[in-house]
């Protein structure tokens, strides 16, 4: 990869999680504010994307990217099944103003790669199944529940600390403590 192609895909990835944390704060912000939180000029940013709806499509396979490699950090297949939950709630966590921006904005989940599921929603839901078959999680709570039940939680713990301004640490432990009750077996 030459450094020119290196370089642009920096500024790229710049300009997706500067316009990720600037619109997960300000649904309303402007592609100027994206620009200068980006720390690059308007022009360039529209050298990368020519407008909103550019950028919007960008960010939907972004966020799905992102989700993707929290979902492969977490190692599903390993572990108990409640400890390998509380891993991926874990790296979940993390992308706390991506999924802040995700639920805040129709338009990124609109897209035709949100109308089937994802391989993070397959890898959950086995893990789901899994969970089902060592009893480790209630029968009665199907594997789209309980997937429910995780972005809920999570997104309740994101504006916990957000609104409330509660450290992330004990937002995410309630939240963990608050799935481990819903889905007990």
């Not at 939907?60 to 108990?80: C, D, F, M, N, W």
């Not at 004990?170 to 963990?176: G, H, K, T, W």
Request: charged share 25%.
């Amino acid at each position: 990869m030459s450094d020119e192609t290196m370089v642009r895909a920096r500024t790229r990835r710049a300009i997706l999680d500067a316009a990720v944390l600037t619109l997960s704060q300000n649904h309303g912000a402007s592609l100027g504010d994206i620009a200068s939180c980006a720390g690059v000029g308007r022009t360039t940013l529209h050298r990368y994307f020519a407008d909103r709806s550019e950028l919007t499509k960008a960010l939907s396979k972004h966020v799905l990217e992102r989700i993707e490699t929290a979902t492969v950090r977490a190692v599903l297949a390993e572990g108990p099944v409640p400890q390998a939950l509380e891993r991926l709630c874990q790296e979940y966590f993390e992308l706390g103003d991506i999924m802040m921006f995700m639920f805040a904005d129709p338009d990124v989940m609109g897209g035709p790669e949100w109308k089937e599921p994802t391989p993070s929603d397959h890898a959950l839901l086995k893990l789901v199944e899994r969970g089902h078959s060592d009893k480790s999680i209630d029968p009665e709570a199907t594997p789209l529940w309980v997937q429910q039940v995780m972005w809920a939680m999570l997104f309740a713990a994101w504006q916990h600390t957000r609104e409330n301004n509660v450290p992330k640490h004990q937002a995410l432990s309630l939240c963990l403590r608050s799935l481990r009750k819903a889905i007990a077996a």
